[in-house]
C-alpha cells in the first residue's frame, strides 16, 4: 500500500484547509483530529474523493506515512501543542519532521527543538498567515528551525504559498535558526493590530468630524485602495463598512456591532518581546492599549456621562483637503508601524543570532498574509539595498514621504485632540517619528533625577564614554 507524502493535525478551519492546499499541489495526505467524528466528517465531505487517508488513532496516523514522515500540526498554541507531541513521540524515528503551524510564542518553539533534539525527531516552527481563505489557496508561510529540514520541506511549502502579482516567487522563505519562524510570525500580528487600530482611527476621524456615511466611506476606502494604501486590511474595509444589517434595520451592520475588539495574544507578545530587547514600538503598543480599553466598555458608559471633552463638530473646512490629510496621516502612521516592527527583526537577529533577512520577510509578506500590502516592495527594495539599515525611516524613498506629508499627519492629530476624538496610533506614531529625528531629547533631566535618588550615574557630553556619579545634595 502506498504511503502518504505529508500528515496534518488538526481539522478546524486552517488544518483543514491546509491539508487540502497539501493535496491539491500534488502530496498525498494522511489526516488525525483528536475528535474522530471531525476526521470522518472531513473524510466524507470535502476530502472525499481527494487522495487523502484517515488515522482514528495516533499509531494509525503515524502507520500511514512515508519517511521521513512529515507532520503538520494545526491545533491551538500552548499546552495543546505540548500533548500532540508527547501522543507522537515515542511513535516516530530519528529524522521525522514535527512542524508546529499555529500562533506559537517562539520561546516555546526553541524549548519544543530543544527537548527533541537527543531523540532525532526535528521540530520546526512555521508561521501561517492569511486566514481560512489563505490556508486554502495560499498563505504567507514564515518558516524557522533547522535549516537541513527546511531544505527538505522546501519543494512542498514553494507550491502551497502565495505567489506575489508581480512574479517576484512564492511567499516563503525561510526565516533562520530554532524559533525564527514564529517570532517573525509573532512580529507580522504585531504590525497587524497597528494597521488595524490605525485603520479604525482613520474611520472613527472621517465619520465623526469629517460627517461621511458609510456609503461615502466606503467610497473613500476604496479609491484609497486604488494607491500607494492599497493592501488587504484596505480592501476588506471597503467590504464591510456598508455592508447591510441582516437584521434589516436599514443601517450598516459594522455600525451595529459592539465596540469591544478581541485579541488573541500575540500582540501583547510582540509588546513584551520588545521590551525585553529594549526596541521602541508605540504604534503596536497603542493599538494593543486600545483594545484594552474597549474592553471597559461598562466603564467607558459610566464615563461617557460624568467626564467631560470637546463634541465633536461636523467639519466645516474643505472636505477633500481633510480626507486628503487623513489619509496622508495614516501613511505616515503605517509607514512607522512596519518601522518599528522590522527594527524588532533586526534586534532579534543580533540578540537571538537568528538570521533573518529582512528584505525578504517584506517579500513574503506581499501576498497571501493579513499585512500584505503594495508598499511593502518599497521596504524590500530598502533592506535589499542596505540589508544593515537600522531603520526604514532612514531609507530614501521614505525619508522622502515623511518629510512632504508630515503636516498633514500634524494637523490630522491635532483636529482629532480639539475634537476629542482619541487617536492614540496615529499619535503614537507621531511622537515615534519626532522623537527618532530629534538629535538631542530631554532624557538628561532624568538621567540626573536617577543619579540622585539611585546614585545610577550618567555620561556627560563632553566625556560619553565616563560613567559620573554626582553628590547632588552637595549643591544646595
Known amino acids: 500500500m502506498p504511503l502518504q507524502a505529508f500528515g496534518v493535525i488538526g481539522l478546524e478551519v486552517m488544518g483543514r484547509n491546509i491539508a487540502l492546499n497539501i493535496e491539491r499541489n500534488g502530496f498525498p495526505i494522511a489526516v488525525y483530529n483528536r475528535t474522530t467524528e471531525k476526521t470522518i466528517e472531513f473524510m466524507e465531505g470535502i476530502a472525499k474523493g481527494k487522495n487523502a487517508k484517515m488515522g482514528k488513532t495516533y499509531e494509525e496516523f503515524v502507520g500511514l506515512l512515508g519517511r521521513p514522515r512529515r507532520i503538520l500540526i494545526m491545533v491551538k498554541a500552548g499546552k495543546p501543542v505540548d500533548a500532540v507531541i508527547d501522543s507522537l513521540r515515542p511513535l516516530l524515528q530519528p529524522g521525522d519532521i514535527v512542524i508546529d503551524g499555529g500562533n506559537s510564542l517562539f520561546t516555546d518553539t526553541e524549548k519544543r527543538e530543544a527537548d527533541l533534539k537527543p531523540t532525532g525527531i526535528r521540530f520546526f516552527g512555521m508561521g501561517v498567515s492569511g486566514g481560512e481563505e489563505g490556508a486554502l489557496w495560499g498563505p504567507s508561510i514564515m518558516p524557522g528551525g533547522d535549516e537541513e529540514s527546511y531544505k527538505h520541506l522546501e519543494p512542498i511549502l514553494t507550491k502551497i504559498a502565495a505567489k506575489t502579482d508581480d512574479n517576484d516567487g512564492a511567499c516563503v522563505a525561510y526565516c533562520g535558526a530554532r524559533g525564527a519562524g514564529h517570532f517573525v510570525k509573532m512580529v507580522h500580528n504585531g504590525i497587524e493590530y497597528g494597521d488595524m487600530e490605525l485603520i479604525a482611527e482613520a474611520y472613527d476621524l472621517l465619520k465623526n468630524v469629517g460627517g461621511l456615511n458609510n456609503s461615502q466611506l466606503k467610497d473613500v476606502f476604496s479609491e484609497w485602495n486604488e494607491g500607494e494604501l492599497k493592501s488587504f486590511l484596505i480592501e476588506i ?64 458608559v459610566a464615563a461617557s456621562k460624568v467626564l467631560t471633552g470637546p463634541t465633536p463638530q461636523k467639519y466645516t473646512g474643505d472636505l477633500k483637503a481633510f480626507i486628503k490629510d487623513t489619509r496622508d496621516a495614516l501613511y505616515c502612521s503605517k509607514i512607522c508601524s512596519y518601522a518599528q516592527g522590522m527594527a524588532l527583526l533586526g534586534a532579534a537577529n543580533k540578540a537571538y543570532n537568528y538570521g533573518i533577512r529582512l528584505d525578504e520577510m517584506a517579500r513574503i509578506w506581499k501576498a497571501g498574509c493579513i499585512i500584505r500590502a503594495i508598499f511593502l516592495d518599497g521596504i524590500k527594495q530598502a533592506f535589499k539595498a542596505e540589508p544593515n539599515l537600522p531603520n526604514m525611516l ?83
Open 394 to 476: 532612514m531609507a530614501a524613498r521614505f525619508k522622502e514621504i515623511m518629510n512632504s506629508r508630515q503636516p498633514a499627519w500634524r494637523r490630522t492629530v491635532q483636529l482629532g485632540a480639539q475634537s476629542g476624538i482619541a487617536t492614540p496610533a496615529f499619535s503614537a506614531s507621531l511622537a515615534y517619528y519626532d522623537s527618532y529625528r530629534r538629535e538631542r531629547l530631554p532624557g538628561n533631566l532624568i538621567q540626573a533625577q536617577r543619579d540622585f535618588f539611585g546614585a545610577h550615574t550618567y555620561a556627560r557630553l563632553d566625556n560619553p564614554t565616563e560613567m559620573i556619579h554626582t553628590e547632588w545634595s552637595a549643591g544646595k
Open 237 to 300: 474595509t471597503t467590504k464591510v463598512i456598508d455592508f447591510p444589517d441582516p437584521k434589516g434595520t436599514g443601517k450598516p451592520l459594522v455600525e451595529q456591532i459592539l465596540d469591544v475588539v478581541g485579541m488573541k495574544g500575540t500582540g501583547t507578545w510582540t509588546i513584551k518581546s520588545a521590551l525585553d530587547l529594549q526596541v521602541p514600538v508605540p504604534t503596536m503598543a497603542a493599538a494593543v492599549d486600545s483594545r484594552e480599553i474597549s474592553m471597559l466598555k461598562a466603564q467607558r
